[in-house]
């Protein structure tokens, strides 16, 4: 084992020879060169799974996994102004998560393909939003504009219960109270995971 000792837990840098290939595969965060050696593609430190037989790199520092652009994305809403809403990037509409909860900006323009005065017309705190990301640097740039695309979930302002999508209306089944946003043609498809 005294070769594995060399290879595992190994602090190593981007380009870093780990090993040769008929001692472990190329594993997550390595690649093979054309010589047939392993090496790293991260700063980090080295993993083996003996059984695969493969060699990993665990990165330090964390790679981030962002939206591509043009994917859609599930967010919860944390801040509403009149020309913005910040957004809490969930995890992408087909269920790929994310490392962490990115930070998404609804700007007035991309809120609706209607005209709106407000943002908080379209979307309010609490909501979850399922959006179409249009950049991939953070604070990404959502759009809700699409048809799909806008609120999915929504609660009442006054009383806080599930909002029921009614005649074009959002209405609280609990107190009456009618709200407005900027509904998506899927609202109440998440209605199941809450
Ligand atoms: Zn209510």
Sequence with gaps: MGRLDEIVDKKVTPGDEICVIEEFMAGPGTYEDERGWVRSAYIG??????LARTVAVKPYVRVPELPRK???VYGVVVH???EYAVVRILSSATGR???DYYTGIIHISQASD???RSLFDAVREGDIVKARALTTRIPVNLSIREPRTGVVVAFCSRCGALLRYRGGKLVCP???NVE???VSAEYG???GLI
């Design 45 to 50: 430190v080295t993993v083996a799974d003996i």
């Design 80 to 82: 509403v102004k009149d």
């Design 174 to 176: 609990e107190c009456g």
């Design 114 to 116: 209607k005209f709106v």
């Design 189 to 191: 498809v998440l209605k």
């Design 70 to 72: 043009g994917e859609y």
């Design 97 to 99: 998560r994310f490392r």
């Design 180 to 182: 407005k946003r900027s």
